[in-house]
């Protein structure tokens, strides 16, 4: 497959996946760039997902990176779920903050992948470190049934 072919199955497959990805889509999750085993995913912290040390809830900076490693692992049209995954926060996110997740393959075989995702706010600064291990199942994103 010639790369264009692959940057069109890349988009076509996050397109899908994001279409019935309900979770990101309620948390106002953007997929702003995708490319084959990568993605970078936006999303603005609002009032209701601070903690009560008003700094955005670790599980849902998890959640950003778990989202962009899941976009990333599913560029190439073959259904991914993760196996396994670990975050390191590095600093608060707050009210208003813009966050970015970008996710890249760091190596991939037949079934399995790794990914790394870092956490950035508006201003570049990283928030957290994340690390997520691919599997992939049988069938396809774009040509299940619901895709």
């Not at 196996?83 to 890249?104: C, K, N, R, V, Y």
């Not at 957290?128 to 994103?141: E, M, N």
Request: proline share 3%.
């Amino acid at each position: 497959m010639n790369t264009r072919d692959a940057q069109q199955v890349a988009e076509r497959s996050a397109a899908v996946l994001y279409e019935r990805d309900r979770a990101s889509q309620h948390l106002g999750m953007k997929v702003v760039e995708v490319k084959p085993g990568r993605a970078r995913v936006t999303m603005r912290v609002t009032t209701d997902m601070v903690n009560g040390h008003e700094v955005c809830h670790g599980g849902l900076v998890f959640t950003l990176a778990d989202s962009a490693f899941a976009f990333s692992c599913n560029t190439y049209d073959r259904s991914t779920v993760a196996a396994a995954a670990s975050i390191d926060f590095l600093a608060p996110a707050h009210a208003g903050d813009e966050l970015t997740a970008t996710a890249s393959e760091q190596w991939r075989s037949r079934r399995a992948g790794l990914y790394e995702v870092v956490v950035t706010n508006q201003k570049g600064e990283r928030i957290a470190l994340f690390r997520g291990r691919s599997h992939q199942l049988d069938g396809p994103v774009v040509g299940s049934p619901t895709g």
